[in-house]
């Protein structure tokens, strides 16, 4: 079990919309368990290298996406002061067993509207 972020009790109340919780130095400190619509970035004294979070489909994996500009490919985060998490472009997840795409946009999740509606 992940040790080192301490959640606040206030982030476990039902929040709407997507947000950074927090962040760690690395992807080994990320908690088990993490509330609903939050995310935790892995930053070790520099710009934030991941993102991670529970993907909104509810099937309980966990998604891990790299933010370090320098790799590829590489998703954008923000999240201003008074609005919600934004994630660019779409996080498109594949297990071989299902397909989870979407946009995180000012704290929302928004389905893809894919040519084809296949769930592998």
Known sequence: MAHGMKIPWWQWLPFRRWRV???VESADEIPAQLPKNAA???ASGGP???ISF???CGAGHRVLLNTDQGRRPAWS???PPKGGLSIAPSVDFH?????CHYFVRDGRII???DRYDERL
């Not at 297990?95 to 397909?99: C, I, T, V």
């Open 77 to 79: 985060v923000t999240q």
């Open 54 to 56: 529970d993907c909104p």
């Open 48 to 50: 934030p290298k991941w």
């Open 40 to 42: 935790v970035v892995v």
């Open 111 to 113: 389905w893809a509207k």
């Open 95 to 99: 297990d071989g067993h299902r397909r």
């Open 21 to 23: 919780i927090g962040a």
